[in-house]
């Protein structure tokens, strides 16, 4: 009989401390919009936010008037980021919280740095820019478009 509680009271014992080492999964990186103050343990879950402006000079936006293109469209990775007019342009890079500036926001899922390609497209449909670049967490990313 003492031996069944002395066991009894030993496997309460581990169990107790089996559960208590539990550690709560979920994303445990401050900078993500997922964030989870509770997590102890990475389930890799983290998602970030990315800025990425786009800009470029007056003669570009004149020679892309000139050839009577209005509208640029942008892409990552080959899906469709947005739009602008050709008549938006800076005399410098624009910061990310310039009002007015071509700017897109991108979600990283795979990791807090990833490589993109990027691409800018006229109303046709026709590549006017395309490059490679990388995105990570908590930034902002300017990319110049210069001329044709």
């Known amino acids: 009989m003492k031996t069944i509680k002395l066991l009894s009271f030993g496997l309460f ?3 107790a401390m089996l559960f208590s080492s539990c550690k709560k999964e979920g994303c445990t990186n401050p900078v993500a919009t997922n964030y989870d103050v509770k997590a102890k343990t990475s389930d890799r879950s983290c998602v970030y936010n990315v800025d990425v402006i786009f800009w470029f000079e007056e003669d570009v936006s004149q020679a892309l008037q000139f050839i009577e293109i209005k509208k640029l469209t942008f892409q990552l990775n080959g899906d469709p980021i947005g739009t602008a007019g050709t008549d938006v342009f800076w005399e410098e890079a624009p910061k990310c919280k310039t009002p007015g500036a071509i700017k897109f926001t991108k979600e990283l899922t795979k990791s807090n740095s990833e490589p993109f390609y990027y691409t800018v497209l006229d ?3 026709e590549q006017l820019w395309k ?5 990570d967490t908590d930034s902002c990313k300017v990319i110049q478009l210069e001329s044709l």
Do not use: D, K, R, S
């Open 123 to 125: 109303e046709e449909g």
């Open 13 to 15: 014992i581990t169990g």
């Open 131 to 135: 490059g490679i670049t990388v995105l």
